[in-house]
């Protein structure tokens, strides 16, 4: 009786890679780890709510009902936390606008007018976490257990960074048309981010003393009127005519003149 394994080439009569099994215990662990790191971002979460922009690993690891060395177990340091809450954050934002929007069939003034009151609902909702996001002080902390080096590089603006880039392809796909290249698309995204940043950040103040003098309904009408001007500004600047009125991949027009000219 010849037994074959999968060690064995009956072909060539030399051994060759085996087959890789999934193991399911490293499969369940690996499950088990990413629902613990979802539970303790839904913990952060809590903690920023009522802590605040000042909130401390020690104020989320009690929320979550566990010692400060387990977030360490599941999170490399701080930034990674942080990481994941803007992941959490963007996820939120996404999901709350795009149930509210058609890409391909909304004109232009009602994608960015519904995508702003979208937006603006989440930030009523959480103001903290915005101040959160906004200030950072959670990464000017020491960022690993016994050591005081300072975070590389800014992670909440590689967040926005890549936030931009997403928001850009996916608009980019969307418009579908030689009217509008890429590099504007992507300017416009990063310029917005920026614009409703800083807005929002003048809104919501940096603590929750801070009284806000303009109506949730009024930020809305301002900031969609910021991101409008920024989108018909570049069309202007590019020489494409900006049909607002219409949906994105047939609201961006190079004229026929100007085609011809180029």
């Known amino acids: 009786m010849v037994q074959v394994t999968g ?3 009956p072909e060539k009569g030399r051994q060759s890679t085996p087959c890789k099994k999934i193991d399911a215990r490293t499969e369940r662990w690996r499950e088990h780890r990413l629902h613990v790191r979802r539970e303790i971002v839904a913990a952060a979460l809590i903690a920023i709510d009522v802590h605040g922009p000042n909130v401390s690993m020690g104020d989320i690891a009690k929320v979550a009902g566990t010692a400060k060395p ?11 936390l942080h990481a994941a809450i803007v992941q959490h954050v963007q996820d939120l934002l996404w999901d709350r606008i795009m149930v509210t929007v058609n890409l391909f069939e909304d004109s232009v003034t ?3 007018d519904r995508s702003v009151a979208g937006y603006a609902a989440v ?3 959480h103001p903290n976490l915005f101040r959160f996001l906004v200030h950072g002080h959670f990464l000017t902390r020491t960022t690993d257990r016994g050591t005081s080096k300072g975070v590389a590089g800014d992670p909440a603006l590689d967040s926005a960074r890549a936030a ?8 980019a796909d969307a418009i579908q048309g030689p009217a509008v290249d890429r ?3 992507e300017m416009v995204s990063y310029s917005t ?3 409703v940043a800083t807005a929002t950040d003048w809104w919501l103040g940096s603590s929750e003393d801070h009284e806000s003098t303009m109506s949730t309904e009024a930020f809305v009408a301002h900031l969609a009127a910021i991101v409008r001007g920024l989108v018909g500004s570049s069309c202007a600047l590019a020489g494409v005519r900006l049909e607002s009125d219409r949906p994105m991949h047939l609201a961006f027009v190079r004229d026929q003149e ?4 180029e």
């Not at 387990?70 to 990674?80: E, G, M, T, V």
């Not at 931009?164 to 608009?171: K, Q």
């Open 193 to 195: 981010f920026g614009a």
């Open 110 to 112: 009602d994608l960015i």
């Open 258 to 261: 100007e085609e011809t000219c």
């Open 164 to 171: 931009s880039d997403t928001v850009a392809r996916v608009l």
């Open 183 to 185: 590099s504007t698309v």
């Open 70 to 80: 387990k977030l360490y177990r599941h999170f490399a340091d701080r930034s990674d």
């Open 7 to 9: 060690r064995v080439n």
């Open 123 to 125: 930030v009523g909702e």
